[in-house]
């Protein structure tokens, strides 16, 4: 069983749509993260959240620490957000991932 | 923000031949980078932490003798794949943790290196 679960694995959007990637994870925590993987390869940390919720720009993310469960969301999708999103949970040192959502927003 | 740089973006090399990638912190000290490898439509698995001056601790299951890292400076980790095999064909990507003895965990990621092994 994975420390980390997401949800939905992929994702198909029209632009403009508001999107939902759902993360839940088993172990304690003392950071929660959210990072970004477009095709190329690249990683961009979005947020890191311990409580509550963080907003930057057209980007939600919010956690639950008692459900242990954390949601990123996107509000007026365009096609530029398409790439993978991936959880990952700090409970110390290091970080456990989750397998990511591809996300996929049409014109 | 803090950034990572990577070296090279990709390679390709010949079977048994040793490939050497780099991560630099640009504009900050980092006491701990992580080495991760991630094949395609997977997730980073974890292969090593690497902390400056001192030797790297290894994943269950990775070969501490075909992934050499050296983490010789506060600014630059390097992970060196010996005898290169097909097999080692992945993208490895580097991590800094930008402090440490603090409650959160903030780590920022590389660019990533493609590694091909023909």
């Known amino acids: 069983k994975n420390e980390v679960e997401q949800s939905p694995q992929n994702l198909t959007a029209q632009e403009g749509e508001f999107i939902t990637i759902n993360c839940s994870y088993s172990?304690?925590?003392?950071?929660l993260h959210w990072l970004q993987q477009h095709p190329g390869g690249g990683i961009v940390s979005l947020f890191m959240?311990?409580?509550g919720k963080k907003k930057h720009g057209r980007l939600i993310a919010t956690i639950n620490i008692q459900e242990k469960h954390s949601s990123l969301h996107i509000t007026a999708s365009h096609p530029r957000d398409s790439a993978v999103y991936i959880c990952?949970?700090?409970?110390?040192?290091?970080?456990?991932f989750g397998t990511g959502t591809s996300l996929t927003v049409i014109p | 923000g803090a950034v990572v740089s990577q070296h090279p973006s990709r390679v390709i090399c010949k079977s048994g031949t040793s490939v050497k990638i780099e991560c630099r912190s640009l504009?900050?000290?980092?006491?701990?980078m992580f080495w991760y490898r991630q094949f395609p439509k997977q997730s980073l698995m974890l292969m090593a932490t690497?902390?400056?001056?001192?030797?790297?601790?290894?994943e269950q299951g990775v070969e501490k003798d075909k992934f050499l890292i050296n983490h010789a400076s506060l600014t630059l980790s390097t992970l060196t794949v010996t005898s290169a095999h097909p097999e080692d064909s992945s993208f490895y990507i580097c991590?800094?943790?930008?402090?440490?003895?603090?409650?959160?965990?903030?780590?920022?990621f590389g660019p990533g290196t493609r590694l091909t092994v023909l």
């Open positions: 504009d900050f000290q980092a006491t701990t």
């Open positions: 172990v304690g925590i003392s950071a």
């Open positions: 690497s902390n400056e001056g001192s030797k790297a601790t290894y």
């Open positions: 990952a949970v700090s409970p110390g040192n290091q970080f456990y």
């Open positions: 991590s800094a943790r930008v402090r440490a003895g603090v409650p959160y965990n903030e780590q920022f």
């Open positions: 959240l311990s409580s």
